[in-house]
């Protein structure tokens, strides 16, 4: 393709790279605070999980604060290892200056518990690429962090970013659709599944969240239910938060719903989207809550409570998405 930059095919890019893996990306770090009851408060209040486990005289830590206990804050750590940043100018030479946050993946090994001091260490463990998505070409970058206490392994955080180039902008006209009703650049009028010539972002689809986008493939919004106390749950998660059984199946959702809360976005635009459009936390009919956009009206009209209906909207060929329209319009 035309529009591809240098990095492909650069073979002593490509070893130069790769020499960074194993490399240490930070060294002999140590959390800012010890685990400790006020922040574990604060996280639980804020996602609204209630688990005993989390509270009372001898609680632990949500497992999934992992990456706090590790976080520098505005001030930062300062221990950010060398290799790192010379591997990050090595892509942005390549013209690789882009870089967007894909995913990250945790593993748990022991509970931490207020006083806790936590240390961690941070290694590059991958380097992929060049690898070329609908954002540019570039190199995905792993980096693991290990979180001790004392010589316990707590656990680990694999995050991992794409360096990209971003590809190249296209020419002529790429804005049609209506910057009134945030509806991405669509094909002939009322079309169900209109197409952008300035694609979203794919979905990150990984071991705990792919039974949903199969079901999302299918035209089908799939919502879990333990099998254990028969609790649904959105998003998907390994477990169930209520009794904590891993084993489920799925609900279909009946694709109705209202906006619980919504926020329009102005500002700053981002690849892939036109603004404003409006982000919603959509409250199913079966109870559980899903961010999506709701589309097919102007902005200003989404307000909470406003009845919407589930309305899959292909992004070109791929991904499917789920949005909400209107109750009304999508009868
Ligand atoms: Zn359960």
Redesign the pocket.
Known sequence: MSGEPEAEGDDGLEARLKAYEGRAAAVACRGKDPVNAPMIRHWCEALGDAHPAYAGPDPVAPPTMLQVWTMGGLSGHGRRARAYDELLGLLDEAGCTAVVATDCEQEYVRPLRPGDEITFDAVIESVSGPKTTRLGTGWFVTTRTDVRVGADLAGTHRFRILKYAPARPRTGPTRTGSPRTGVPRTGPPGADNPRTDNPRPRPVVNRDNAGFWEGVARRRLLIQR??????LRFPWLPG??????PDWDTVEASGEGTVHSYVVVHHPPAPGFDPPYAVALVELAEGVRMVSNVVGLPCDDVRIGLPVRLAFQADGEEPVLPLFRPREEAA
């Not at 333990?226 to 609790?231: L, N, R, S, T, Y």
């Not at 169930?240 to 059984?245: I, K, L, N, T, V």
Request: proline letters at 0%; hydrophobic letters at 25%.
């Open positions: 333990c099998a254990g106390c028969g609790v169930c938060g209520a009794c904590g059984c």
